[in-house]
């Protein structure tokens, strides 16, 4: 009974030595968080080669089939200290759609989907920012797609920010969720197969001061 009493208060005391340990821990990370670098200010442009925009769309019910654009372009105005002062406007080629078929590319290219012959391009322009925490924000803009001019809403989380070590060009992340209907955009074409919903998810990188280098 002596040594099972032993055991137990020897189990206590490591107890509290391990949450003692824990809370020296969590006060030294204070001060690293406090003294994050604050995000740099001014205007940025879209890094193309490092910026996706990828879709994902139920296919007949029991899968969900995605694809991917690229070539956007676009400016950012960004003001870290009030986010809600940002402003982005992007644009992409609605041809440099991909999938991994070839003829369902075709096909979404054709007039009975995006027409890209008709509407070679897609815009987004921001309307107002509201800041959701330090690294969370609800964008509400204006979708040009397809001809036609939508409200939509992207979830946008930021990713990170620096100095690219190949071109010492100072940039920052984000990536961004939403959801559209392709139908609010007259695409109705095999409503009976295709999902309406169409899942956006852009990730996207501005560089500042590239495309003029303009502060």
Known sequence: MKRAAFFL?????????????EAAHASDMTPVMAEAPVVEKG???VDGLRTQ??????????????GM??????SLLLDSAHPELSHVALRLPVQSLMTTA????????GEDWLDARKYPDAEFVSTQIVSEGPSQASVSGRLTLHGVTRPVTLHV?????????????YAV??????????????????????????????????????AGQDE
């Open 9 to 21: 208060l020897a189990g206590l005391v490591s107890v509290s030595r391990l949450s003692a340990v």
């Open 43 to 45: 205007v940025y442009h």
């Open 53 to 66: 925009v990828v879709f994902s769309v139920t296919c007949l019910s029991f899968s969900h089939y995605h």
């Open 69 to 74: 654009f690229s070539g956007v372009s676009g």
């Open 102 to 109: 070839g003829s369902v590319t075709e096909a979404l290219w």
């Open 157 to 169: 989380h930021f990713v990170g920010a620096g100095t690219n070590p190949l071109d010492q060009a």
């Open 173 to 210: 992340g984000f990536e961004a969720r939403g959801t559209i209907q392709r139908s609010a955009f007259g695409m109705r074409s095999a409503m009976t197969a295709v999902g309406d919903d169409v899942k956006l998810t852009l990730t996207g990188v501005f560089e500042k001061g590239r």
